[in-house]
């Protein structure tokens, strides 16, 4: 009884972070059309935003995931929580220079502090209690992630979308004095934000100096990560999380840009019921604000369906075998894709939003799948998932370079493609099990 009630209280303290890491990301996505204009950049370049992000995952999950199997999850958790904050800090500079590369190295550092919460976090959810539960534990904390990725983007419109954007072009036609205004103005809507942000995750780090955590990991495994890449099902699954997250990440950083890109903002502001619905989240006039904000309302929908699914998931995945459950939700995400690609107005964009709740379980499912069984190496092998997040750095710009090319309907072609190896996996494992 004592130790399900030290695990209890570790799950709660862990979604803490879920929630915390989820409102994040997505809030980037909101700057990536911001930075756009900005900077005038092309839809590659504007995914080169998601690279510096998700970059890190790939450079530091594997360093992370050893330091944590020396130091435990706690300190690794304290660790992650306070480069995170130095991210966060970072925006402050960035913003008063308006300089893209310091952005960058924000994003960077930012994610860094995220790859290590990451390679403590899920690993430790999953182990606290019986393995057979660890997929049902994980949608459960993953669910909170997803409430954190669904208020993101509201925030993100309401701050970070909602004011009508200068290029560089139109910046050089006002006088100095105008101009500094307009930076000035330019770099309190980026920096307030953040540095809440960072406020916050201080606090965090403070709370959990001194919160008391079950210790899970009890040896430290000398198997190296040679031997854990003879694992098929790991490697396997590791690809799973590139193209999950890589696909996940596509869609929502481009979501704003294809809704406008197909001319939503008119027709959301010439129905009443789109129209009071993006009105309800903004608490505003959409008359009054930039078509990005009145667009980007909806994303809040793309998220809000992961979290939803999630908790949905968690249940699934406790009742039925978690990787028949993960090939049918990838099912669901071809078909919504699919829809969106052939038809235009509110059904493309609903059909596409659609996807967020088939995205729901893909992680935590196929994290969970890809570990079972691991026990002492489970560190380790979060490092080499985590670092397969890298696809948010791989794909969205592969993904914009298409829409360049070819427009958003064929790009997606890219997506759907993710989307199927993801069935293949779940098939995979359904067929181990059986």
């Known amino acids: 009884m004592i130790q399900k009630n030290s695990y209890n209280r570790a799950f709660i303290f862990l979604t803490s972070l879920f929630f915390l890491w989820g409102f994040i990301t997505v809030l980037v996505d909101s700057l990536v059309p911001r930075l756009k204009d900005v900077f005038t950049l092309t839809y590659f370049q504007a995914g080169l935003v998601q690279f510096a992000f998700f970059g890190a995952y790939f450079v530091l999950s594997i360093p992370a995931g050893y330091i944590l199997s020396k130091i435990g999850y706690k300190k690794g ?79 993100g419109a309401m701050f970070l979308l909602s004011d009508t954007i200068k290029t560089s072009e139109e910046i050089e036609t006002l006088t100095e004095v105008q101009k500094q205004t307009y930076l000035i103005s330019e770099a309190e809507a980026v920096q307030s934000p953040f540095l809440l942000i960072a406020g916050f995750i201080i606090v965090l780090a403070i709370i959990f100096v001194f919160v008391q955590l079950p210790k899970i990991l009890q040896k430290t495994s000398k198997s190296g990560y040679s031997d854990l890449l003879k694992k098929k099902s790991l490697v396997l699954g590791a690809i799973g999380i590139f193209v999950y997250v890589g696909a996940e990440v596509s869609i929502g950083s481009y979501l704003v840009s294809y809704f406008l890109d197909m001319d939503l903002a008119l027709a959301i502001k010439n129905s009443s019921f789109f129209r009071n619905i993006s009105e309800t989240i903004l608490s505003n006039d959409v008359y009054k604000l930039d078509n990005k904000a009145v667009v980007g309302a909806f994303v809040t929908f793309y998220w809000s369906g992961a979290m939803i699914g999630r908790f949905i998931g968690a249940y699934l995945t406790k009742i039925m075998n978690p990787a028949k459950v993960l090939g049918y939700f990838a099912i669901g995400a071809v078909s919504m894709i699919l829809i969106s690609m052939n038809t235009t107005g509110f059904i493309a964009m609903i059909s596409i939003l659609a996807v967020g709740l088939f995205n729901s379980i893909m992680f935590p499912t196929i994290f969970s799948l890809a570990i079972g069984g691991l026990e002492e190496l489970k560190p380790q092998a979060s490092g080499i998932l985590c670092t397969m997040i890298v696809g948010g750095a791989i794909i969205p710009p592969l993904y914009g370079f298409f829409i360049d090319h070819g427009g958003f309907k064929k790009a997606f072609i890219l997506i759907i493609l993710c989307y199927a190896y993801i069935f293949f996996y779940g098939n995979y494992k359904r067929k181990q099990v059986a």
Do not use: H, K, W
């Open 77 to 155: 958790i304290i660790l992650g929580l306070g480069t995170m904050a130095t991210g966060c800090l970072l925006f402050y500079p960035a913003a008063s220079y308006r300089t893209f590369g310091i952005f960058m190295l924000a994003y960077f550092v930012l994610a860094g502090g995220m790859t290590i919460l990451q390679v403590a976090a899920n690993p430790y959810v999953a182990v606290l209690g019986d393995e057979s539960g660890a997929s049902s534990r994980l949608n459960l904390s993953q669910a909170f992630n997803s409430l954190g990725t669904a208020i993101a983007p509201a925030i």
